[in-house]
């Protein structure tokens, strides 16, 4: 692993299903974010985590949950998908202080 | 209300053009800038980042930006465009005293030959 590894992909998933997004980070980073981008609005702040143990809700955040038990992983859970959710959903880390974000690749969700 | 606007949704060039991508934020003080670049199907890559001092900021790929305390802008340049370029921009700002990244819309970028 190098910088951050999010799963899976892609994925279609059906509406009301419950499904969990995964991030991973070997960077060390303290902080780090769910993003969701969707055509004309950018990326816009679903969750966030300064620290483990910690997390705190950015722009978005009804219909998620996050966690995060330790410094490396940060899931992304939608509890009861809608098809509003569909999306490509970007994780995020940090170092706090100056440093800039690395980004992962992408899930790209599609709830039918 | 605070915000990142970028006001050029797409911007068309020629190869070997200058360009200029605008930026603009509405946050009480200078917080911290950046621009990223975006190719399709791709995530994020920094270009370039503002903190303090000297306002004029070199990036990679040939790329600088300027910020403008006066304006609330922080425009990305570049002297001569590549086909390569072409791709999605997004200014994006970490606000003072604050963690959160918030970007603009984005700014898509085509390129003729």
């Known amino acids: 692993i190098a910088g951050i590894t999010q799963a899976p992909t892609s994925q279609i998933l059906a509406a009301g299903r419950r499904m969990t997004l995964r991030c991973t980070q070997d960077m060390r980073h303290n902080a780090m974010y769910w993003y969701r981008q969707d055509l004309g609005l950018g990326l816009r702040l679903i969750h966030y985590s300064n620290t483990a143990g910690t997390t705190g809700k950015g722009e978005v955040p009804d219909g998620y949950s996050v966690s995060r038990a330790n410094t490396d992983d940060f899931p992304l859970t939608l509890a009861s998908a809608v098809p509003s959710q569909t999306s490509v959903y970007f994780c995020a880390s940090r170092l706090t202080g100056k440093g800039g974000y690395t980004f992962g690749s992408g899930t790209r969700l599609t709830v039918v | 209300a605070q915000s990142v606007t970028q006001p050029d949704i797409h911007i068309t060039v020629s190869e070997g053009a200058s360009l200029e991508l605008r930026c603009n934020y509405s946050?009480?003080?200078?917080?911290?800038l950046f621009w990223y670049v975006q190719s399709p199907g791709q995530g994020l890559q920094l270009l370039l980042k503002?903190?303090?001092?000297?306002?004029l900021v070199q990036g990679i790929k040939g790329f600088e930006a300027e910020f403008k305390r006066s304006q609330s802008s922080f425009n990305l340049r570049k002297p001569s465009v590549h086909w390569s370029d072409a791709a999605e921009y997004f200014c994006?700002?970490?606000?003072?005293?604050?963690?959160?990244?918030?970007f603009g819309a984005g700014t898509r970028l085509t390129v003729k030959p």
């Open positions: 994006a700002v970490v606000p003072y005293n604050n963690n959160d990244m918030r």
């Open positions: 946050y009480g003080a200078t917080p911290y």
């Open positions: 503002y903190f303090s001092g000297d306002t």
